[in-house]
């Protein structure tokens, strides 16, 4: 064709980056299209880390990440610097992903620019407004405003159908697993800063939502403390967030006890290392979910409630909860019952072949008739 389409990928926290790297690699390989990679900096330090992974120099950056910021300015900061990003460039598709205010904004100033918008991982609900906040209004925005929605999953598709979304609905997997594949497979990275033991089990801990802050966090923390304590033949590793609301409740729960190591967060290549290296993990990361299943390690999630119910319907993740005895008992599950671990183990991952970036790239060509 005479002229190339122009497709715009914004995204700016470390999650949505490392599910649109892949797809930016694999875009800039194809000759009609003319690729630009914008990111608002949402999250910084963790944001570079994975940029600088999969080699992508951002055509723009926002640098938007401030101390202490809050959602209004956040989201109005996003809406007005995406707008003037997309008057200079005049994009034909703007990319976005999943239920971050970035997402959010970066789709609305699409819409109010009148650009065909894409959704990358489409389709996603809870459907309870507040859980999780604000992503779950995040995402119901995005799939508002999109042309075309790129869904993991058969049930996120229809998700969408249920909300008489129908055109432009297509299941392509999650780019997650192309991320997890391409990093185990060509990436590695030396844990021998973590000081783990090799005769110990270890449980991986991640909690950093929103939701959580508060005394659902202090529930997680204390529960981690009991089991520490009840077995003497597992290891705890908690990569910390960098918000103070975890960390000043965290600290004073586990900082000292014997077994728990809680290091500074992890890049994406050490942090794919030790889930691999992991036995179970407890998150209540999103992405977490999709990935574990794919390396085979068991995940209970520390939420009430799951966007991603295929991976709870698979066998592969539990929902645990909050409380601090669910939590308790249904890690013990996995540590004393072996046919238990196993089952969970070996599930089959619903969430694609690591062919997602692919399939989004067909769809798009046949979108614009290349």
């Known amino acids: 064709m005479d002229k190339k389409v122009k497709i715009a990928l914004i995204?700016?926290?470390?999650?949505?980056?490392?599910?649109?790297?892949?797809?930016?690699?694999?875009?800039?390989e194809n000759n009609n299209f003319d690729v630009k990679t914008i990111v608002s900096a949402q999250h910084r330090e963790m944001l570079d880390?994975?940029?600088?992974?999969?080699?992508?120099?951002?055509?723009?950056?926002?640098?938007?990440m401030k101390p202490n910021q809050n959602l209004w300015n956040l989201s109005s900061d996003i809406l007005l610097g995406i707008k003037n990003v997309l008057d200079k460039e005049?994009?034909?598709?703007?990319?976005v992903h999943g239920d971050t205010t970035t997402a959010g904004m970066s789709a609305l100033s699409a819409f109010y620019s009148r650009i065909k918008i894409g959704h990358v991982e489409a389709g996603l609900r809870t459907f309870d407004k507040d859980y999780p906040f604000p992503e779950e209004i995040n995402r119901?925005?995005?799939?508002?405003?999109?042309?075309?929605?790129?869904?993991p999953t058969e049930k996120s598709m229809n998700n969408l159908k249920n909300s008489n979304i129908t055109h432009g609905v297509y299941k392509t997997g999650n780019t997650v697993i192309d991320a997890l594949l391409y990093v185990v497979e060509n990436k590695s990275a030396n844990l021998d800063f973590i000081g783990l033991n090799p005769n110990l089990k270890t449980i991986l801990l991640t909690s950093h939502r929103r939701e959580n802050f508060g005394e659902p966090l202090k529930n997680i923390c204390y529960a981690i403390k009991e089991l520490i304590e009840k077995h003497k033949d597992i290891q705890v590793v908690y990569p910390m967030h960098l918000n103070p609301n975890v960390r000043n409740t965290v600290i004073p729960i586990l900082g000292n006890v014997e077994r728990v190591k809680l290091i500074?967060?992890?890049?994406y290549v050490p942090f794919c290392t030790l889930?691999?290296?992991?036995?179970?993990?407890?998150?209540?990361s999103g992405g977490v979910q999709e990935e574990a299943p794919a390396l085979g390690v068991p995940v209970l999630v520390l939420r009430d409630e799951t966007e991603r119910p295929e991976a709870v319907d698979s066998g592969s993740v539990r929902l645990a909860g909050t409380s601090k005895e669910k939590i308790i008992k249904e890690t013990e599950a996995l540590l004393l019952d072996k046919e238990h671990y196993n089952s969970m183990a070996k599930s089959i991952n619903p969430y694609g072949?690591?062919?997602?970036?692919?399939?989004?790239?067909?769809?798009?060509?046949?979108?614009?008739?290349?």
């Open 49 to 64: 880390s994975v940029l600088e992974l999969f080699e992508i120099v951002p055509d723009y950056d926002l640098n938007l």
């Open 275 to 284: 889930m691999k290296q992991s036995n179970i993990i407890l998150t209540d």
């Open 353 to 370: 072949d690591g062919k997602a970036c692919l399939y989004i790239e067909n769809i798009i060509e046949q979108f614009f008739n290349i």
């Open 264 to 267: 500074e967060p992890l890049d």
């Open 90 to 95: 005049k994009p034909d598709l703007v990319l």
């Open 11 to 28: 995204f700016g926290t470390r999650p949505e980056a490392i599910k649109m790297c892949p797809l930016v690699r694999k875009l800039k």
């Open 140 to 151: 119901v925005i995005v799939d508002s405003v999109s042309d075309l929605m790129f869904c």
